[in-house]
């Protein structure tokens, strides 16, 4: 028998649709930073997540023989593979990863555009990755694209044609938590596509937080990766974003100034 909060899941929600396939899973989790091949796999295990992103330029996936392949851990008869453009500072080097990656994964269409604007930052520079999304969408890709949180920029990606986007919370790896919560609400309400935050939290609680804003889902590295025990971070992972989402679908009480009594005070016995 489902539970009241499970009726209410199931009977409201539906499953994270990206380029028409469907997720159980909110939560999309990266491979880098780990201490070796083993941790990775027990962290994406303990994190429940369907798609994985792997960087292309960082990692071997089949095209160093001579060197330990990722794939060996994260099979694609099990996962979504999620290539990604990480390291690059050009649409031009974007575009060939991508290409890469669909050679190296037997025409996989699926990426993740990332198009960085400087090294201290690791912003993104907006303009280089409208140039590159747009090629790739005309290339046939699924593009998911990593932009910063400006409402306004998120719509034009989705208007070219992009599968995804997925504003940052904070920069890169800083673990900062949402810093603009109303800028990802405005590009949420807005959305005809799916929205997903990336980069920049650095715990459960930020998790829970992207996800109440009604975010389709998550995707994390260095969170998992960099804690002290990242198979047990992933798994609080996982939950905080279940539970995020389920109290998004619940509707939070409005916030007020001064104190409701929990029990009524009417028709106390004295």
Not at 177 to 199: K, S, W
């Amino acid at each position: 028998m489902a539970t009241p909060a499970e009726s209410l899941s199931l009977e409201n929600d539906q499953p994270l649709v990206i380029a028409g396939q469907s997720y159980n899973s909110r939560l999309l989790v990266g491979t880098g930073k780990y201490k070796d091949n083993e941790e990775t796999r027990l962290a994406i295990e303990a994190s429940g997540a369907e798609i994985i992103t792997v960087a292309i330029r960082r990692t071997n996936i089949g095209q160093n023989p001579d060197e330990p392949n990722l794939l060996d851990v994260i099979p694609v008869d099990k996962y979504t593979l999620l290539p990604n453009t990480a390291g690059c500072y050009t649409a031009e080097d974007a575009i060939r990863t991508c290409r890469l990656a669909r050679e190296l994964l037997d025409g996989h269409k699926l990426v993740k555009l990332e198009v960085l604007g400087d090294e201290k930052t690791l912003f993104p520079d907006v303009t280089a990755t409208m140039e590159a999304a747009e090629i790739l969408v005309k290339d046939g890709f699924d593009v998911m694209v990593y932009t910063n949180d400006d409402p306004l920029i998120a719509k034009r990606l989705e208007d070219i044609g992009c599968a995804a986007v997925m504003p940052l919370a904070a920069p890169i790896g800083s673990g900062l938590g949402i810093r603009n919560p109303y800028n990802i609400l405005t590009i949420v309400e807005n959305a005809n596509v799916p929205i997903l935050v990336d980069a920049g939290v650095g715990t459960a609680s930020d998790a829970a937080i992207a996800m109440e804003l009604g975010c389709d889902g998550i995707l994390m590295n260095t969170a998992i990766a960099a804690a002290q025990n990242p198979v047990l971070m992933a798994s609080a992972m996982k939950k905080a974003t279940e539970a995020g989402r389920e109290a998004f679908l619940a509707g939070r009480m409005p916030r007020k100034r001064f104190a409701s009594a929990s029990s009524p005070i009417d028709g106390l016995f004295f």
